[in-house]
């Protein structure tokens, strides 16, 4: 089997590319033509952590992948990153194990690139300004991919984290070409803007619904098994589009307190979410209805993003790529 690399997986992972094969395989989730259980998960808890698994079959890929992946938020700020994984993948034809991919990469860059899918069906064709909430790993995708979809005349980083959020804010006002500040905090960032990207792990609201003007989009993606990223008067007032609706309202760890807590405290009931995105991206469901409708994406990461990853990173390899490891032994 080929063993590779995060630089590896990095370099063979063409954003663009990304987010359209997103498209395709989330309209294959929504249409049935997936099988993809519910992430189920081992609870580390005196870490507050988690080791969780995460099958699927993209047949339209030709690709049968799982990810084994851990959450750890105690290494928020150290040289770890709070999720690390890995992914293997079989031959569909006879099971095989074919390869197994730095997982922390994948998980990183196609998080981002399924936000910006969002942005591309959901936000609004002016909406020029991201209020990107977190410094770490997931706000640099975000910024990236969202980039590669909306025209961005500014970006403000906001962070629990001042200084953090100053660099990161240097960082991409270099590589993006695009304005970047940081904030004093999330209202600063948030008001006014028409993008927002949460992706904290904060147990608090980080995104209030009087924070929001008229027409704003919001991309949510962490999750807390303590808390919610996304005030309940946000759910209740916007369009709410998940990656599929029974893993985003199964309990803790595949489901979204987001939505689970709204619900339990009537603001809304499971009928709210309007679509999901691969519904929206297959053109079964509408999008957005106003200019002044607010949007919520709130992802709570599924496995054909990760099968959609790896089978652009497994396309065409050739002699060279990665190392490959006889399982009987040996290596070359």
């Known amino acids: 089997m080929i063993v590779m690399s995060s630089r590896e997986v990095e370099e063979r992972l063409d954003l663009d590319r990304l987010i359209d094969a997103l498209a395709a395989a989330h309209a294959d989730l929504s249409a049935g033509r997936v099988s993809m259980p519910t992430r189920i998960a081992a609870m580390v808890g005196e870490r507050d952590g988690m080791l969780a698994a995460m099958p699927v079959y993209l047949p339209s890929a030709g690709v049968l992948t799982t990810k ?32 197994l991919l730095d997982g922390t990469a994948i998980t990183a860059i196609r998080t981002g690139a399924a936000s910006a899918l969002s942005v591309r069906l959901l936000a609004r064709p002016d909406a020029d300004t991201l209020a990107l909430l977190g410094s770490g790993v997931q706000a640099r995708s975000h910024a990236r991919a969202i980039a590669r979809v909306r025209p961005l005349a500014e970006i403000r980083v906001a962070s629990r984290n001042r200084g953090r959020a100053a660099a990161l804010a240097a960082e991409l006002t270099e590589e993006l070409g695009v304005p970047a500040r940081s904030c004093s905090g999330y209202e600063d960032a948030v008001r006014g803007a028409g993008l927002v990207a949460a992706t904290t792990h904060s147990p608090e609201p980080v995104v209030e619904r009087e924070w929001l003007a008229p027409g704003t989009h919001v991309t949510s993606v962490g999750v807390n098994p303590n808390g919610r990223e996304v005030a309940g008067e946000v759910v209740r007032d916007a ?58 994406y709130k992802s709570v990461g599924v496995a054909i993003q990760d099968a959609a990853a790896v089978s652009l990173v497994l396309g065409g390899l050739d002699a060279a790529s990665g190392t490959t490891v006889d399982l009987g032994g040996s290596e070359h």
């Open 68 to 99: 084994l992946v851990t959450l750890f938020p105690g290494n928020a700020g150290s040289p770890l990153p709070t999720h690390q994984a890995v992914i293997a993948a079989f031959d569909p034809a006879t099971g095989e194990p074919l390869a």
């Open 239 to 296: 369009l709410v589009v998940v990656e599929s609706r029974s893993a985003a309202l199964a309990p803790y760890p595949a489901g979204s307190n987001d939505l689970l807590w709204a619900i339990r405290d009537g603001l809304i009931d499971t009928g709210h979410v309007h679509a999901e995105l691969g519904e929206i991206a297959a053109g079964s469901a509408d999008g957005r209805s106003g200019d002044d409708q607010i949007t919520l």
